[in-house]
């Protein structure tokens, strides 16, 4: 087995120092669904959300949020993105959700692609749940990073 990285010598946690790492092109792409009712799918699709129009608010909060990811998740570093995009796809029961982050740098985007789409399914259950209390979000995973020293890496379809 490897060496954990964000372990020191005496089992601490610790951010990795990625220092002397080069900078490389980096991109990740993280995907995720909530499935509901049909009535809260109706209400999304056609703009009649009793908290207003549910995707583009889905959106911005996919994208601040993976601005965010290292004051959200303990031993990331922060990092200045150059891209983050979330997009949408209606699906029979479900919106699925696909965000994509990039940027020219020392360490990977992975949890910047996972933290977009998880908090901008998170903000549509939040927008229709007044319709529909038992929606579920699930499926959340990473499809897919370049850039590196691991290199590329694709989920199998």
């Keep these: 087995m490897t060496k954990l990285t964000h372990l020191d010598d005496h089992g601490h946690a610790r951010m990795v120092n990625i220092g002397d790492k080069p900078e490389t092109a980096r991109t990740a792409v993280a995907t995720g669904r909530i499935t509901m009712s049909p009535e809260a799918l109706v209400a999304i699709t056609d703009n009649i959300a009793p908290k207003g129009d549910v995707l583009p608010a889905a959106r911005i909060a996919g994208i601040m949020a993976a601005k965010k990811t290292a004051d959200l998740i303990p031993l990331c570093h922060p990092l200045t993105l150059n891209s983050v995009t979330v997009d ?70």
């Excluded at 699906?91 to 699925?96: I, K, L, N, S, Y």
């Design 88 to 157: 949408f796809s209606i699906e029979d029961d479900a919106v699925r959700v696909t965000a994509t982050a990039s940027l020219n740098g020392k360490t990977g985007v992975e949890m910047e692609a996972l933290t977009a789409t998880s908090v901008s399914l998170l903000t549509i259950y939040d927008m229709v749940k007044a319709l529909d209390k038992s929606m579920t979000i699930e499926g959340i995973s990473l499809l897919s990073k370049t850039g590196g020293k691991s290199g590329d890496w694709h989920a199998h379809a």
